[in-house]
């Protein structure tokens, strides 16, 4: 097992959270514009998942050319725009725009600058609700589930091929602008001597990536969409199943490509989805 049980079922938990709040933001802004007059992508038919998965080769490009460079100063404040803009979405969904980029600004710089591992998490549970509102719309259950198979494809060449996921999550970690959820923890060993006893603590780090979390949410934003927010989330809970499964066989000191895992959970949750309708 990867992680201690605590840590696994609370990454699981913060997983599932995530997905609940996304759904709801994204369920609120079906046929609604975003606050602050911002403008979602106008992506059509069936050539919606091409250009996402396009945009999301080259957003790593970039990324891995400013971690490569040290242009680090430079990724902080390009990802402290993305967290603002997504946070400004999601909080736009229960409060009104003003307020809600008021606080998405409070909050990215805090998460920024300050790492501290309630407000990195708190505000992930949010970012990626409001990341998927801008393509929600554009996809239906069938570009939603190409778009997955893709990913998966590009997941597990990235991680145990050409490796440069792994380097890009070291380098993030490095530089404290990590996209994912990220879930410090102390592992110890104790040593009994005659008259002492000495505690050893190492810190260790249980993540998962943002793109872990945000592609299972536009799958099963799609599945709302096309049915309700009941069977939305329940495609979201058999992605939650699939990842626990991959936590409990991973072992220790090793990088898994975890989309393949969450992939097979949405389609699955899908299928129980369709029995009942």
Known sequence: MKHTWNVTLLLVFLFLISNLIGLFIVKSYVGNELPLNIEK??????????????????????ALILAKYKFINLWRYWYLFGVIL?????????????????????????KVFKNNFYIHNLTEVFVYGGL??????????????????????YDWVAVNKIKHMVTLAKNQSDAKIFAGLCVPYHKGKKIVGKNIKLVKKKVETAILGGGDIGFPLLFSSAVMMETNLFYGFLVSIFGAISLLYLFYKAEKNKFYPAMPFLTVGCFVGYFVVRLFI
């Open 132 to 153: 998927i509102s801008f393509f929600a719309e554009s996809f239906n259950v069938v570009t939603a589930s190409a778009l997955l198979i893709l990913i998966s494809i």
């Open 41 to 62: 992508p106008n992506l059509e038919g069936y050539t919606s998942f091409i250009v996402l998965f396009i945009a999301v080769i080259i957003a790593t490009c970039i």
């Open 86 to 110: 997504c946070l400004t979405i999601a909080f736009g969904a229960f409060i009104g725009s003003t307020i809600a980029l008021i606080f998405a600004i409070i909050l990215g710089i805090l």
